[in-house]
């Protein structure tokens, strides 16, 4: 078993910030990706932005230059720091992660439990 657990979220107002962590834990032999995606009301959910083992980042174009993706693998943990944030940003932010349960295969794709991110004024 597979399992990711993420914080962060809240009410903030438009141009301030929020950092969102979310750790996996469980039968981990390795993780090939973790990433943040978000789904707001009405809308399908989307990719925010993905980091690989090698450091790798691809992020949506609406974040670039705003979000920042990053990880320390030694801990299973992924990171979204969100600056300059505007009423569309609002969604549930869900993590995801990619990955091995032992050296022989055996994949897994987990997505954690989502956390509500409010910008409003």
């Known amino acids: 078993q597979v399992q990711l657990v993420e914080s962060g979220g809240g009410l903030v107002q438009p141009g301030g910030s929020l950092r969102l962590s979310c750790t996996a834990s469980g039968d981990i032999f390795s993780i090939d990706t973790m990433g943040w995606y978000r789904q707001a009301p009405g809308k399908e959910r989307e990719l925010v932005a993905v980091i690989n083992a090698g450091g790798n980042t691809n992020s949506a174009d609406n974040v670039k230059g705003r979000f920042t993706i990053s990880r320390d693998h030694s801990l299973n943990t992924v990171y979204l720091q969100m600056n300059s944030l505007k009423p569309e940003d609002t969604a549930v932010y869900y993590c995801?992660?990619?990955?091995?349960?032992?050296?022989?295969?055996?994949?897994?794709?987990?997505w954690g439990q989502g956390t509500l991110v409010t910008v409003s004024s």
């Open positions: 995801n992660t990619r990955g091995s349960k032992t050296n022989r295969g055996g994949l897994f794709n987990v």
